[in-house]
């Protein structure tokens, strides 16, 4: 019967095809189902029904970042996170500062936005005048970072007075107080390095300048009659007189500077206590609307006080 047997073995051929494709089929879509629950499980973030902040300080390492995400639940896998991190950025340093992460954020999102610098948060604008207190910057510095300590930024700043720069700065919510003070510092060092050999050549000490300065920061009513008035209270020193000024009652009962800065002064006060007019006056004062009037004698002093100030 050949047509019978023909007809066998078509079935036979049919069943020995059909059975290791179907194996395959098996077996590859249990691979895709694998790898896509790996990958969910790997690359999307902790369930969180909350956005997330960690700080990131300065120098602070890529373990101790991605430690704190996976603490906060921001992320799942450090090591993961670490290898996009490492993919999205050339070198391993991280931008410090605040940074806000969206509820369930993917692995890749997160570490994106650390490798580029993205915080995600609007920095704080904060402006410390010139001739600005060390107590100053802790009342104004407390009213604007969540964890900004006054008493340990007042204690690690003790000996910092005249040496904290006022300018504007730019904080995240949780910067810390070692990084304030190092921006206060630093910045200090910088503006001033141009003035250094001048300092040097001066005569004078570096704490005897800045000590004039955040005088002159009181007693001065801006950039013009700082350099007089600096010539003028240079002399008495120069004299053994008292220098007498309002800004410190110490110079009401000792001869010659106070011991260290009483404020925090810009750089055009510093520059004024590094380069003071020569001048014979002795005396002056700012008249109701803030003109100043000098004077050579106690005398001619005594008579300006009673045309401008009574």
């Known amino acids: 019967m050949p047509f019978l047997t023909n007809r066998m073995d078509d079935e036979s051929n049919k069943i020995n095809i059909t059975k290791p494709f179907r194996m395959v089929l098996i077996f590859s879509i249990l691979a895709i189902v694998s790898i896509f629950i790996l990958s969910c499980n790997l ?13 990131v300080s300065a120098g602070e390492s890529l373990t101790a970042i ?9 992320i799942r896998h450090p090591n993961i996170f670490q290898t996009f991190v490492y993919l999205f950025k050339s070198d391993k340093q991280i931008l410090k500062g605040d940074y806000l992460f969206e509820r369930n954020s993917s692995v890749w999102k997160v570490a994106w936005q650390i490798a580029r610098g993205k915080h995600n948060i609007n920095p704080i604008k904060i402006t410390f005048k010139e001739g600005t207190t060390n107590e100053d910057m802790a009342n ?31 904080y995240f919510p949780l910067s810390t107080n070692d990084e304030v ?19 040097s050549s001066s005569g004078k000490n570096l704490n005897d300048i800045i000590t004039m300065a955040s005088i002159l920061e009181k007693e001065a009513r801006g950039k013009d009659d700082a350099p007089t008035i600096s010539g003028i209270l240079w002399s008495r020193i120069k004299r053994g007189m ?19 800065p009483i404020a925090n002064p810009g750089i055009s006060t510093i ?11 002795l005396f ?6 803030g003109m100043v009037h000098y004077s050579n004698t106690y005398k001619e002093h005594m008579k300006n006080i009673n045309l401008y100030l009574k």
């Open 43 to 55: 690359f999307s973030a902790p369930r969180s029904n909350n956005p997330a902040t960690i700080h």
């Open 66 to 74: 991605s430690s704190d995400l996976a603490s906060k639940q921001v």
């Open 140 to 170: 104004l510095l407390e009213s604007k970072l969540i964890n900004f300590n006054k008493n340990e930024f007042l204690n690690s700043v003790s000996t910092k007075q005249g040496y904290l720069f006022p300018d504007t700065y730019f």
């Open 181 to 199: 003070v190092s921006d206060l510092t630093s910045n200090f060092n910088k503006k001033i390095q141009s003035l250094n050999k001048e300092i």
């Open 242 to 260: 008292l220098l007498q000024v309002d800004a410190s009652p110490y110079t009401y009962i000792k001869k010659g500077l106070p011991d260290e």
């Open 271 to 281: 520059e004024a206590a590094l380069r003071p007019v020569n001048t014979t006056y």
């Open 284 to 289: 002056y004062l700012h008249d109701k609307n």
